[in-house]
C-alpha cells in the first residue's frame, strides 16, 4: 500500500463505513468513527447493523451527545477511547444557516 495514514476516520452508520472500517483494521491502521453511539436499538435496520459492528472495532469513538457517549459504554466500550464532540449534521446546518433555510423551504413546498 503506498498511503500509510495514521488513522482512518469513517462517519455515520452507513455500508461504507462498515467498508473502511474493516479495510483500516485489517491493514492495522486505527479507526475513528464520527457519529458513534447514536442508535435506534432497531436491529433491523442495516443502519445499526453498521453502527453496531463499527464501533467495537474502533479505535477513537466520536460520539455525538452525552447519551450516545452512555449507549457507548452501555455496550462495553472503554470510556477513554470516547470523545463528545457533537453533531456534525447539526454544525452544518448552523454553519449554513440561509443554505439549510432555503432547502427546508424547498422540500417543505414537496410535501
Known amino acids: 500500500m503506498e498511503e500509510q495514514p495514521d488513522i482512518v476516520l469513517v462517519q455515520g452508520d452507513t455500508n461504507?463505513?462498515?467498508?473502511?472500517?474493516?479495510?483500516?483494521?485489517?491493514?492495522?491502521?486505527?479507526?475513528?468513527?464520527?457519529?458513534?453511539?447514536?442508535?435506534?436499538?432497531?436491529?433491523?435496520?442495516?443502519?445499526?447493523?453498521?453502527?453496531?459492528?463499527?464501533?467495537?472495532i474502533s479505535d477513537l469513538l466520536f460520539a455525538p451527545t452525552g447519551t450516545a457517549r452512555q449507549h457507548l459504554l452501555n455496550e462495553g466500550i472503554e470510556d477513554n477511547k470516547i470523545s463528545v464532540t457533537g453533531n456534525t449534521m447539526v454544525d452544518a446546518v448552523f454553519q449554513n444557516p440561509e443554505i439549510s433555510l432555503y432547502r427546508a423551504q424547498a422540500d417543505y413546498r414537496f410535501c
Not at 474493516?22 to 464520527?34: C, D, E, N, Y
Not at 442508535?39 to 464501533?55: C, G, K, L, Q
Request: no cysteine; proline share 5%.
Open 16 to 56: 461504507t463505513v462498515i467498508a473502511g472500517a474493516l479495510a483500516a483494521v485489517k491493514l492495522h491502521i486505527r479507526v475513528g468513527h464520527v457519529g458513534a453511539g447514536f442508535v435506534s436499538f432497531d436491529r433491523t435496520m442495516p443502519e445499526e447493523i453498521n453502527r453496531v459492528v463499527a464501533d467495537p
